[in-house]
Nanobody, 127 residues
């Protein structure tokens, strides 16, 4: 059974950068598309970025495009989210999630498309 573990969160000043990691065990990550989501009490859970199982296709939520970069290393069974120019509104718990299915673009940043989730990592952007 696939298990996902996020890491790399922390406290960073506005304008700073972080790289989140999503490590998989129990199954080959190459069989899954992966998305990053974030959650706050005010806004709930929202999609951040998506990468297809072979890394050929990526999507970003509009407010993250140009600041966040998703990548994957299937040999290492890991997916990464590089976050640059962080803003206080990026403060959230960040989760990675896995989907073994191939979906059209309108589904890839919806939580309902994903059955396997990590436990989350906290990102706090504050001066």
């Amino acid at each position: 059974q696939l298990q996902l573990v996020e890491s790399g969160g922390g406290v960073v000043q506005p304008g700073g950068s972080l790289r989140l990691s999503c490590a998989a065990s129990g199954s080959s990550l190459a069989d899954y598309a992966i998305a990053w989501f974030r959650q706050t009490p005010e806004k709930g859970r929202m999609g951040v970025s998506y990468i297809s199982n072979d890394g050929s296709t990526t999507y970003y939520a509009r407010s993250m495009k140009g600041r966040f970069t998703i990548s994957r290393d299937n040999a290492e069974n890991a997916v990464y989210l590089r976050m640059d120019d962080l803003k206080p509104e990026d403060t959230a718990v960040y989760y990675c999630a896995a989907d073994p299915n191939s979906r059209t673009s309108e589904w890839v940043l919806l939580p309902i498309s994903y059955g396997d989730w990590g436990q989350g990592t906290q990102v706090t952007v504050s001066s």
